[in-house]
Every structure is written in structure tokens, then in C-alpha cells.
């Protein structure tokens, strides 16, 4: 499947932002998706992931309680709305899909910067 983000740009501190990945193949709907992230000198960092029906999410710390992960397999896109947003936040965010344990198509990735 091939994916493309969208939706990052520049947003101030404390605002919110919805990020789409659109996957292209028929098979996205049987995939577990994750959001990574990676910000200038560091090294890339899972987000939070969500399984093939949407029924089940996980989050890493950073993400809980601010970042939702969600999915359209009708329109075959997954989405990541983080809210609160830090200037810690600025990264490339990256979707990714699996069928197994390794991740097999990335996005190319979408900038998102927070200003303070």
C-alpha cells in the first residue's frame, strides 16, 4: 500500500492540528497503521498506532491524553489529531502500515512546526 500524509504546517503553541495519511491499495483496511514522528537530530519515534477495524488505539506517553488516532476505511485514510500542541511536538510526522510485526509502506511525511 502506498501512503501520503498531509495536513502539517506551522501552528502556534497550544493550538491543534489533524494530519491525514491516505493509503492507496486495496488491502489498507486489513492494515494496523501507526503515526512516527521525527524531530531535527533525533531519532524517529513511534506516536500511537490503531488496528485494522478501529476499534483498538495505543498511544506512547507524550501522546496520550493530547493526540487521538482514528480511521476511515471507507476512505482509506487514518488521521492523528494532537492537540495542545509544544514546541517539543515539531517533528516530520510519518504514517506507517503493517500486515505483521514490521512495518512494510512509509508515507514520505508531513512537517509540522510549533511556534512558542
Known amino acids: 500500500v502506498q501512503l501520503v500524509e498531509a495536513g502539517g504546517r506551522l501552528v502556534q503553541a497550544r493550538g491543534s492540528l489533524r494530519l491525514s495519511c491516505v493509503g492507496f491499495?486495496?488491502?489498507?483496511?486489513?492494515?494496523?497503521m501507526g503515526w512516527f514522528r521525527q524531530a531535527p537530530g533525533k531519532e524517529r519515534e513511534f506516536v500511537g498506532g490503531?488496528?485494522?477495524?478501529?476499534?483498538?488505539?495505543y498511544y506512547t506517553d507524550f501522546a496520550k491524553g493530547r493526540f487521538t488516532i482514528s480511521r476511515d476505511n471507507a476512505k482509506n485514510t487514518v488521521y492523528l489529531q494532537m492537540n495542545s500542541l509544544k514546541p517539543d511536538d515539531t517533528a516530520v510526522y510519518y504514517c506507517?502500515?503493517?500486515?505483521?510485526?514490521?512495518?512494510?509502506?512509509w508515507g514520505q511525511g508531513t512537517q509540522v512546526t510549533v511556534s512558542s
Open positions: 506507517a502500515a503493517r500486515l505483521g510485526a514490521q512495518y512494510e509502506s
Open positions: 491499495g486495496r488491502a489498507f483496511s486489513r492494515h494496523f
Open positions: 490503531i488496528d485494522w477495524s478501529g476499534s483498538y488505539t
